[in-house]
């Protein structure tokens, strides 16, 4: 295979980076060479580096452009932990504060005791649903809320971290909207993207689907380990996840935690918020409270649906014994389902962000996302 065309800006101190990301598209480990993909970094708040190239589409007919939206699935989460952490700031919230403060409803069955900080740290023993259930549901956020509010743990909450892919994005866009009384994507929308010029969505309407890449599924399955009713619950059973992936339906619905639509450069420009002291373009957002509260280690330990030990803060992974967010071992970031990568780190001052539609089996850390992100700090 050819490399195509790559697209952007690299300074020569970064050309490793630039090779490293050619490199994809011809030679990638495991035979996942890229069909369209982005790279982007912001040092202190500003982009730095911003490669984009190939496809948007599977069939190599449409350019993976500047304007190209990727669905980043959970790396989303990243934006999804900022949004509750405005909450935080803005006196609305404490992560020591219990879930039933402003979801009574969720009590039911023995979660009345559950924490905001530790729900957001995938604790709360719902990572899925307890039996399955028409994939539709996800389409109906009261009431798939309803459902999980009354459901039994299927561990004793707070005792264990269990990734939750889907659950945690609907009860965390719950307790937004109670808080904030809009939508986490409309939220997102008006106080973010709009003005600083953001391409971020948490539901995208109709008008930016023509935009949106094309996703290259992966040919294999991802190694959760021994299945059992953890991680059917959480991703195999009927109804684990939404139904219509790529769909206008699945595009426009709220998912905050699986079906953000995003620019590789936009999402590193917001990360940097955490990256740098709570600020983006001269505007605080985070004090140093919230974001040590956003950031400290809620639990860690053996995953019980990942096949990983974890360091969780709330609602990002700590880089902390995974080591793919470079070498600060308090990095934080996400990954999202089939290699896309976003990462923040408030030591270096650096946040980026890897999206691709070529998806790959890698739970975490992607063998293109590290790389690019091994090249990068080799350069410091």
Same mark, same amino acid.
């Given at each position: 295979?050819?490399?195509?065309?790559?697209?952007?800006?690299?300074?020569?101190?970064?050309?490793?980076?630039?090779?490293? /990301?050619?490199?994809?598209?011809?030679?990638? +480990?495991?035979?996942?060479?890229?069909?369209?993909?982005?790279?982007?970094?912001?040092?202190?708040?500003?982009?730095?580096?911003?490669?984009?190239?190939?496809?948007?589409?599977?069939?190599?007919?449409?350019?993976?452009?500047?304007?190209?939206?990727?669905?980043?699935? +959970?790396?989303?989460? &990243?934006?999804?932990?900022?949004? @509750?952490?405005?909450?935080?700031?803005?006196?609305?919230?404490?992560?020591?504060?219990?879930?039933?403060?402003?979801?009574?409803?969720?009590?039911?069955?023995?979660?009345?005791?559950?924490?905001?900080?530790?729900?957001?740290?995938?604790?709360? %023993?719902?990572?899925?649903?307890?039996?399955?259930?028409?994939?539709?549901?996800?389409?109906?956020?009261? &009431?798939?809320?309803?459902?999980?509010?009354?459901?039994?743990?299927?561990?004793?909450?707070?005792?264990?971290?269990?990734?939750?892919?889907?659950?945690?994005?609907?009860?965390?866009?719950?307790?937004?909207?109670?808080?904030?009384?809009?939508?986490?994507?409309? &939220?997102?929308?008006?106080? /973010?993207?709009?003005?600083?010029?953001?391409?971020?969505?948490?539901?995208?309407?109709? +008008?930016?689907?023509?935009?949106?890449?094309?996703?290259?599924?992966? +040919? *294999?399955?991802?190694?959760?380990?021994?299945?059992?009713?953890?991680?059917?619950?959480?991703?195999?059973?009927?109804?684990?996840?939404?139904? %219509?992936?790529?769909?206008?339906? #699945?595009?426009?619905?709220?998912?905050?935690?699986?079906?953000?639509?995003?620019?590789?450069?936009?999402?590193?420009?917001?990360?940097? @918020? @955490?990256?740098?002291?709570?600020?983006?373009?001269?505007?605080?957002?985070?004090?140093?409270?919230?974001? %040590?509260?956003? *950031?400290?280690?809620?639990?860690?330990?053996?995953?019980?649906?990942?096949?990983?030990?974890?360091?969780?803060?709330?609602?990002?992974?700590?880089?902390? %014994?995974?080591?793919?967010?470079?070498?600060?071992?308090?990095?934080?970031?996400?990954?999202? #389902?089939?290699?896309?990568?976003?990462?923040?780190?408030?030591?270096?001052?650096? *946040?980026?962000?890897?999206?691709?539609?070529?998806?790959?089996?890698?739970?975490?850390?992607?063998?293109?996302?590290?790389?690019?992100?091994?090249?990068?700090?080799?350069?410091?």
């Amino acid at each position: 295979m050819t490399t195509p065309q790559i697209h952007g800006t690299c300074p020569d101190r970064f050309v490793a980076v630039k090779d490293a /990301f050619a490199a994809n598209f011809t030679d990638a +480990s495991e035979g996942l060479n890229e069909v369209g993909a982005r790279f982007s970094v912001t040092i202190e708040g500003e982009t730095v580096i911003d490669l984009w190239g190939g496809s948007a589409d599977t069939a190599g007919e449409k350019p993976f452009t500047q304007t190209t939206l990727v669905p980043i699935f +959970s790396s989303g989460k &990243a934006v999804m932990a900022l949004m @509750i952490a405005r909450l935080v700031e803005q006196g609305k919230l404490s992560y020591d504060d219990k879930v039933i403060d402003h979801w009574p409803e969720f009590g039911q069955n023995g979660k009345d005791h559950l924490t905001i900080g530790q729900l957001m740290s995938h604790q709360s %023993g719902l990572p899925g649903f307890d039996e399955p259930v028409d994939p539709a549901i996800w389409y109906d956020p009261p &009431a798939v809320v309803a459902r999980l509010a009354a459901q039994k743990p299927m561990w004793e909450p707070g005792t264990a971290s269990g990734y939750h892919p889907i659950s945690i994005g609907l009860m965390a866009g719950e307790i937004f909207r109670r808080l904030d009384g809009r939508t986490m994507g409309t &939220a997102l929308r008006e106080d /973010f993207c709009e003005p600083f010029g953001l391409d971020l969505w948490i539901g995208t309407p109709a +008008s930016e689907h023509d935009r949106a890449a094309e996703m290259k599924r992966p +040919s *294999s399955l991802p190694n959760l380990g021994k299945l059992d009713e953890l991680k059917m619950a959480a991703f195999v059973n009927k109804g684990a996840a939404p139904g %219509g992936r790529g769909s206008a339906e #699945w595009r426009g619905a709220e998912i905050p935690s699986a079906n953000m639509h995003a620019s590789g450069a936009d999402l590193a420009r917001i990360l940097s @918020i @955490i990256a740098n002291d709570g600020r983006l373009k001269g505007e605080t957002f985070l004090s140093a409270e919230t974001l %040590g509260a956003l *950031s400290q280690e809620r639990i860690h330990g053996p995953d019980k649906i990942l096949p990983f030990t974890l360091s969780w803060a709330a609602g990002l992974m700590r880089n902390e %014994g995974i080591d793919i967010f470079g070498p600060n071992p308090d990095a934080l970031g996400h990954c999202g #389902w089939g290699g896309s990568l976003v990462w923040a780190d408030d030591k270096a001052k650096v *946040s980026g962000a890897y999206v691709m539609n070529r998806q790959s089996p890698h739970l975490l850390g992607d063998p293109r996302a590290v790389r690019l992100v091994n090249a990068l700090y080799q350069a410091f």
